[in-house]
């Protein structure tokens, strides 16, 4: 749906939402899937959150509240009566368990695995050996799955029945519930219908490990170009299925986070978290960029004096700074994105950072010029004009190569580059402009 | 395929490419996709990448140029002997030549069409009827379609020889071509075979306006849980379908291209590209940043006279507008996600003003008594720490809000606020810190 609409529902319900109008929740239910329903939920303060959570169908309320982002949908865990909740448990399935265990209380997990029959409990069990970020924990545990030896009537019969979304393969296990294969349904039309299923197999499908990380298992399940890929343990036991859609929502996931990731934020954070919550998830990041802040203070405090005599080179100070920030976190995002995509080796190195030195060097004096001309005039000296002129310079050259250097560092140290490439970076660039520039002042200004 | 296996062949081939060794391609081939071989080529310096793209198999040649992004595609095509794309033109079809077209010159463009079928020429045409934001440009043209008339025998017969990636429904359309429905295949199992097809259509099947949005069409793809949605023009003929696939490649795409919009980049920027066009490119944003510098700098430059009698504050200056700055892009960034998912509207911009108000008031204070402390202990002036902290608090909370105005005002103004607001935020929170900072310290310090 548009997301106009979206907001439409947003002011239509928080106009209405005192007035308990439970024909308008049965409107909006019938026009919104559990996705669409899910983000209007988060787009709520949370009192108003959980009033409307509290009248959705009882059907919808628990896949509803899996959907939700996990700060948003623990609002309403929180808020809610716990009663509520145990009577929703009695037909929870082991993969809503898993959206939910993390915002679930210790008490509630506990009750909620009580709930389930064996067979859920021991599906839950099976995901719950792989950790969050492989495909073992977040594929569908519960894959339509015929063993060897069936019959292709027999299969026939079964697909009549059912059918679930995204399938056009059948996936094959020998009597261990071992991988054989996958047969192509349009392969069944017209088949001998005495013939084993297991004859029909496809010669090679692609499979992923259980352990796979989960975005990249995403990205191959798009590769290969089929609509699901069965995800197999170590003894090749098949143990579920990674079909697209789920790597579709995988990969919005990942998009997110590392946007968030740019400002210090978790991709689950609340739109409507509590203030102190807030504060102290963004205190943290606040206080790395202060201390990399104050370092750049540091080092201009080292001229001091210079700055005392010439009062224009503070005045100058954010022109410097900003230019090399911005020509570094141009290479940077280049080589991040070059990084992501396995496009940056030892081999391409070197290339680059020449291509990237010649980029910064032209840019470097372009501006460097411009700059020079307009503090030239505005101070009325030609030698400030050269000094801040030979600082951009020397700025944006070293910004360029910080901008691959830093990056490819981190990834060395297995540290995200996307998260602290750029606060390292602009640590690095405004400590250089500053020298550079108020260093070149005290020479030549003094 | 993991991103280090790609690494290790781009040293490989990069080691390699003076020796022209075409088995080591062919096994590159092997076990590479198109996909693959697309970001492998980009990898490359234009020289090595003309030279390895000119080895493979000549079926590939066309296929993994429509795959790489425009920038560096077109540093191939301009490259290599025009004869050379001639002979490959014999068999392009309409969806390859869309993917080229903006990589193509004019009269290459229309060469390739000229080589086309009148069929293909008619595909192309169509789907040039639709901006290359609209669906209708970018759907699959020639989606597998059955008369309503058909008996369901002949459909089998059909399906059992063909049957096109991600497919479980077959469309039907009327002797017009005006769509009728879709059929899960399942269905057909057991279906008498003199029936009519379009006795089996779904009840309600979703389909997509040629003029939606791309970006809005992949998402509507992937929450309908169908594995493609039917394209239709505004008098209901089907024009073409999107399939879940391309809706996977969609996504990236746009997380791709917000991302490098952060940093004023196009998504189809080459690691390689030409030093000249890459400076270009990088200049215009350079220039935006610069202005902003500026003005940042005009208002720093009113307070020229105090930083004279009081260094201490010229040394300060970043670290109030670094927090200002972080504080801001935190809660910019948290708007930006809202307002694209939808969940932004005028009813719930009250209360979410006054959350970040009350988060940016509880960061100010615990941060204004950290810095005050370090610069009242560092410059042995209490009064300097109370007048940086009072700067603090004041640009920490004018961030707060700014990071909500700016991106809603710039979303009324219908421009990205993913791309345009960081840069006006940053802009503000400079000048709010620097005047607060420096105008306190003008009224109390001197």
Same mark, same amino acid.
Do not use: Y
């Given at each position: 749906m548009q997301t106009s609409d979206r907001q439409e529902v947003i002011d239509d319900l928080l106009s209405k939402v005192d007035q308990d109008a439970p024909e308008t929740i049965q409107e909006i239910e019938q026009a919104h899937g559990v996705d669409s329903l899910a983000l209007l939920l988060e787009a709520l303060p949370v009192n108003d959150r959980v009033g409307f959570w509290e009248q959705l169908s009882p059907s919808l309320q628990l896949p509803v509240l899996a959907e939700m982002r996990?700060? $948003?949908? +623990?609002?309403?865990?929180?808020?809610?009566? +716990?009663?509520? #909740?145990?009577?929703?448990?009695?037909?929870?399935? =082991? %993969?809503?368990?898993? +959206?939910?265990q993390d915002v679930l209380t210790e008490p509630l997990l506990e009750e909620a695995l009580g709930r389930m029959d064996s067979e859920q409990k021991q599906r839950y069990a099976s995901a719950q050996q792989y950790a969050d970020n492989q495909v073992g924990h977040w594929c569908d545990h519960q894959p339509l799955v015929v063993p060897a030896k069936t019959k292709v009537n !027999?299969?026939?019969?079964?697909?009549?029945? !059912?059918?679930?979304k995204y399938c056009d393969h059948v996936f094959v296990v020998d009597s261990r519930g071992i991988w054989v294969g996958a047969v192509p349904i349009h392969k069944l039309f017209g088949a001998d219908g005495v013939l084993k299923i297991s004859e029909l197999v496809r010669e090679q499908f692609p499979s992923l490990n259980a352990r796979d990380d989960i975005y990249t298992s995403a990205d191959t399940v798009a590769s290969s170009e089929e609509i699901a890929l069965p995800v #197999? %343990?170590?003894? /090749?036991?098949? *143990?579920?299925? #990674?079909d697209l859609g789920t790597a579709y929502e995988m990969q919005a996931e990942r998009a997110e986070a590392? *946007?968030?990731?740019? =400002?210090?934020? %978790?991709e689950d954070e609340d739109l409507f978290s509590p !203030?102190?919550? &807030? =504060?102290? /998830?963004?205190? #943290?990041?606040?206080?790395? /960029?202060l201390m990399t802040a104050f370092l750049a203070s540091w080092f201009i405090g080292l001229f001091e004096a210079t700055l005392q005599q010439v009062v224009a080179l503070a005045?100058?100070?954010?022109?410097? $700074? &900003?230019?090399?920030?911005?020509?570094? &976190?141009?290479?940077l995002t280049l080589i991040v994105r070059g990084l992501a995509l396995g496009q940056i080796s030892k081999a391409n190195l070197k290339p680059l950072l020449s291509k990237e030195f010649k980029v910064g060097l032209l840019n470097g004096v372009l501006w460097a010029l411009v700059i020079g001309a307009i503090a030239g005039y505005w101070f009325e000296s030609w030698g400030?004009?050269?000094?801040?002129?030979?600082?951009?310079? $020397? /700025?944006? *050259?070293?910004?360029?190569? =910080?901008?691959?250097f830093v990056p490819v560092l981190l990834e060395k140290l297995k540290i995200d580059p996307a998260l602290s490439g750029s606060v390292i970076l602009t640590t690095v660039t405004d400590? !250089?402009?500053f020298v550079a520039f108020l260093g070149l002042g005290t020479l030549f200004l003094l």
């Open positions: 996990d700060d $948003a949908g +623990e609002a309403v865990i929180r808020a809610v009566d +716990e009663a509520q #909740l145990h009577t929703l448990f009695a037909d929870l399935d =082991a %993969d809503t368990l898993l +959206e939910l !027999v299969v026939l019969r079964l697909l009549r029945r !059912v059918m679930p #197999l %343990d170590d003894g /090749n036991m098949l *143990i579920g299925r #990674l590392q *946007i968030m990731a740019t =400002a210090g934020l %978790d !203030v102190m919550k &807030s =504060a102290r /998830n963004r205190a #943290l990041w606040l206080g790395v /960029n005045v100058l100070m954010p022109v410097v $700074a &900003s230019m090399g920030g911005i020509a570094g &976190s141009q290479t400030l004009g050269a000094v801040i002129g030979a600082a951009i310079v $020397a /700025n944006i *050259i070293s910004a360029a190569l =910080a901008g691959i400590i !250089v402009g």
